[in-house]
């Protein structure tokens, strides 16, 4: 269809429309017929669109906000996808917001008016204890949202069983068009508080979590639950797939993100909602598309219960009450009638639990088994005689009731398997001659393990554990690469899959105290065959740092040739080093050595002071850093570790880098202060990290970001930014052979020239396509992350890629000497941020040592003219600026500007329409002493009308002058 036909006609329709009318009908269907009215004609979605805005335009003209919120409403649904809907979205939700600190949260019972005396006492207790309550319920045709002054708001849906999808989304609709982004904690209002509730506990959960429940779901959930208990008599069976575990609809938390796309896609999508009875399942599975995965609960923390019993007296059933459980005292226990399944049993279970397979265990653990507040066992497990290698305490007993199994009767004992699975033919046979009321699972474990269709019983058990959140350590576990613990010299005869070991280590909250890498075969090699490997590179960082420990009870881990352990006793330390190699543990010189690798540190029971690792951790796997951060925890009171979060230059013999564990600075951050007050400082090595901390007094969780007040950026107050702007991935393929910035990155170059710069630090360097054609005049640093930091590293073999989330504001491990003699460029990144100021710091940071820095970003009003208030066309972008709006923000945020200017966006075209702004460090050595230590160079009044490249080189001049 022709556009300009079209618009002809939508424009002409709009002409004859009669506001009033417009305005009178009460629904979109009603006014949809009077625009075909109007037009003497059907017109299709997009004139519709066209002659909505028009009226949007005239009702915006009489300041009518009553009416032009439901016409905004409307028009996101006839036009989701029109250039201007995203702006009209942010409008739509952000008038009148009255925003909340950034780590509230804001609690939401949905309710009815049957029951909405107890919704109230409900939402009273929520109030005396510190939280912001709200009670929804539904009335149909109620259109926007009332509040009332007793904290309820009446949302437009019908008030039924099977309308709790829709009155959920109404009310998430009337909280985020009241306080804007906020988390939301929804609960039902047959919750119960008990004295552990407390706000803070929530604020902690959202600040780490997206999504957060009991999880419950599985291929055979009950698709008849609704039937009884509907207003709608001919209510069929439940008719969507399952697409795996959802949170629990009791009570479970969204954070600020997850209501977020949620909203954006309720009011650009709603059918996308559609046909569900269920709203927890809607929520999950919406969630789950939307790429945001479910975070089980440590239900412990929460202080909530949930009582079915109102809920089911409808449907003519009365079972005892279904506890979100908390911790159990430590005495024995007892078979409670109250639990259905395994998966109430399980949840109410004190942590963390060991889980002691059958495999040989790789160290004599018992001991440290038997400190676990909750032992699980498996099958015909065995104890006496083999107390020193598995411990003696037993907990409960997880079988599957398989014909060869033994009738204990002494403990509780479960099945991780459902009755309908395959595994649970001989359960009922094995109750009988047990005379044991094993318990079954109510979620299908097979559902979760796709990959492997038969699972053993310690997976099986292992995986319902992980999904519901508790947190798990493993012994005894090896891939079935031994036979029976008790039956030394036997093989293992299974039908299991050998590739269960590597599921394991996959599973969130799941640590293995097994063998996960051949570490001592592989060091063994380096220190024998490589020449370098006698270089005590731990040494070289210790006193490069310039610090001097005394009179300190030291563990070093990873101590190679012992030669930092030596320097440290010299300086009068008591040191203990700990070295896995047999060649470098047989050249350490100091008396107290221990030759093992992280499964030695659990059986110490020594005090240290502090625990040293240099340039270590990132050699191990991520499972095997969490058993040394924890048994460092417990051994010292304090740390100092580096870790690289590069790849090595090194590969190992299965052809894998050495560094095993490649992660973030803020990665990194986030496991030590599980257990750790940390400070964290550049080392002395691109990449490197250096944390120093003292062990906390317990283990809190991480405290909630700051609140952040909002800000409009210096843009112009009714300018609308993009509320998620999708993941940009660099790609040639998308240029069409157009260079885009192709003045900015030459800018840079001349500039590290002239400075006697060496190195090229690019943040958000994408693909790093210009940057490398930087490469070898300079050394080049790129930051990214996600898949366009994975390439970088997949396709140079030079340079140093570096991995960060830019609107974090983490530390970026780059040595002070190597930023002193370098140039950073930020090319057309900021516009991408959904908050700027975190990666505004982050360039500030930088400048404390590196001499100046190249930004850009496109100008607004030279892309898209001066009445573009926003959001950008393309969706990666959150918000544009136009040249004196940006050189206002880098003022505001302490930037000292060289030049504001204007230059291409492309080679293709040769209008300016990028600002280039260069900032600089005027007390670098090669700035301090030039005429601009004391002086700004303001930008030019009006945009200039250059040839290519005329901008670029007239901010160059500028900044050439300052370095004379």
Known sequence: MANSPSRTAAESASLRLDLARMLSPATLVDRLAYLNEAAGRRLDSNEVASAWLEVLKAVSAADNAAELNPLIADFLRIAPYHPKAEGLYSLWRGQGVQPLPADAVVFLILSCTRHLDKARRLRAQLGERGALAYVARGEPGTGEARWLDDGVVVVDAADSYEALPAKLLAALDAIVRRHGSVAVFKLDDDCQLDANFHPA???????????????????????????????????????????????????????????DLIHHEWALFPDEFGGEHYEDKMVGDFLRRAGVALTPLVTEELGVSVDMRDRLVDAGDEPAPMPMPMPMPAAPVRHDPAWRCTEDFLCSLPGPIAVVGNGHPARDFGAVIDRYPTVIRLNNYRTAGFEAAVGSRTTARCTSGWHDIEPRGELIEFSPFTEASAESAELSAYRARSGVAVLSAEIDVHALLPALPRPSTGLALVQLLSTLGQQVDLFGFDGFATGHYWRPGQPMATTHSHDELGVLLALPGVTLYGESYPYAQLYDFCHAEHEGYNYNEGLAIYQRMGTALRGERIIEFGAGNGQLSAHLERQGNQVTAVEVSSVAFARIPVASKIQGDCLTLPLLDAHFDRFVSMDVLEHLTENDIRIVLREAARLADSILVTVSTRPSGLLGPKGENLHLTVRPVEWWLAQFELFFDVKATRGHDIGQLVVEGRRHAGRPARPAAAPTAADGYELPAQYSARAMPEYYVDSAEGDHGVTWQPDVYPLAAELARSLGCKTIVDIGCGHA????????????????????IAHCRRQFRFGNWLESDLESGTLLPIPDHVLARSVVVCSDVIEHTRDPRPLLKTLRSLLEQAPAAVISTPDRVQTHGSGHMGPPPNRAHTREWELAEFQRLLEREGFTLATTTLTRSNDRDNRPATILAVVVNPRHPALADSRFGATRVAPPATAPQAAPG??????????MAFAD
């Open 769 to 788: 396509r210009k940057l490398s054609l930087l490469h070898p005049e300079f050394e080049v640093v790129g930051v990214d992350f996600g898949p366009n």
């Open 950 to 959: 005329g901008s670029q080189a007239g901010a160059r001049a500028r900044v």
């Open 201 to 259: 506990v929530f604020s902690q959960l959202a600040a780490a979590a997206d999504y957060a429940g009991v999880p419950v779901g599985a291929p055979t959930h009950d698709r008849c639950w609704h039937i009884g208990k509907t207003a709608d008599a001919g209510i069929t069976p439940y008719g969507k797939r399952f697409n795996g575990p959802w949170a629990r609809g009791g009570a479970y938390l969204l954070g600020r993100r997850a209501v």
